[in-house]
């Protein structure tokens, strides 16, 4: 069983910054990439950021510049620095690991999300 765990999301004022951290868990061999999604009030889930294993990145035009993903392969784990931050910034953030290779399975997890919400 594979298992995401999210972390480091709340509250924070406009230009302010916040870390999100993930942390996959279980068995499995290797992950193929990485990364954080989100989904505000009423609107679809939408791509924020992506890693893949060798360090190959791709932001959403609407954080470039401003987040930062990363990725530590040895512990499994993809962060997301947000800095200046912006009030449409407000959603519930997403941790995916996708091509997750098990042993019976190639396939995608979800987190099960975190609430970042930034005030004006």
């Known amino acids: 069983q594979v298992q995401l765990v999210e972390s480091g999301g709340g509250l924070v004022q406009a230009g302010g910054s916040l870390r999100l951290s993930c942390k996959t868990s279980?068995?499995?061999?290797?992950?193929?990439?990485m990364g954080w999604y989100r989904q505000a009030p009423g609107k679809q889930r939408e791509l924020v950021a992506t890693?893949?294993?060798?360090?190959?990145?791709n932001y959403a035009d609407s954080v470039r510049g401003r987040f930062t993903i990363s990725r530590d392969n040895a512990k499994n784990t993809v962060y997301l620095q947000m800095n200046t931050l912006k009030p449409e910034d407000t959603a519930v953030y997403y941790c995916?690991?996708?091509?997750?290779?098990?042993?019976?399975?190639?396939?995608?997890?979800w987190g099960q999300g975190t609430q970042v919400t930034v005030s004006s």
């Open positions: 279980g068995s499995f061999f290797s992950i193929n990439v």
């Open positions: 890693i893949t294993s060798g360090g190959r990145t």
């Open positions: 995916a690991a996708k091509g997750v290779v098990t042993i019976t399975t190639i396939r995608d997890y």
